[in-house]
């Protein structure tokens, strides 16, 4: 268990344990196609950060990490088929980060918060550009700052 859920309710730390997953599918299914690359990238990014992410992360990741894949081909199924219908549902949710930010440590809500956008980056690169590297859509482009989530560092 991730220690700095301890004054969470049960919704919020099941939120909190599926922000990676919500961000992995808005990226990856913002230009209406979630593709094998995209998901792939996400399951890789979920084994790294196990093991890369900021130290007061890697608890929360290896928690994340557990049937990842599964978790998340799960999650897909259970959201609208069409970007236009899904993306709204998922930034509706990862707005609920912003009553639930507030409560973690400081610097626990910073790093997490920077994580996930590094998430939403890397998946984001995953299937554009040259040889499928290095570049971001235009639909892409226009969610993978994660606008919908008040930065935990400007927020008093």
Known sequence: MV??????TESERELM??????????????????????IKQAVNL???KQQKARKDLIDYFKTVGTD??????VTIQQYPVDASD????????????NHV????????????YASIRDIARK????????????????EESKLIGLDMIKEPSKVS
């Open 17 to 38: 344990f599926k922000v990676p997953i919500l961000v992995s599918i808005l990226i990856a299914g913002a230009d209406n196609e979630i593709d094998k690359s995209e």
């Open 101 to 112: 930010l507030p409560k973690l440590d400081k610097n626990f809500a910073i790093d997490f």
């Open 86 to 97: 899904r993306n709204p549902k998922i930034i509706e949710e990862l707005e609920r980060l």
């Open 3 to 8: 220690e700095q859920f301890d004054n969470l």
């Open 46 to 48: 979920s084994k790294l």
């Open 68 to 73: 990842f894949e599964d978790k998340l081909k």
């Open 123 to 138: 998946i984001a690169e995953a299937s554009g550009g040259v040889l499928g590297y290095m570049a971001v859509g235009y």
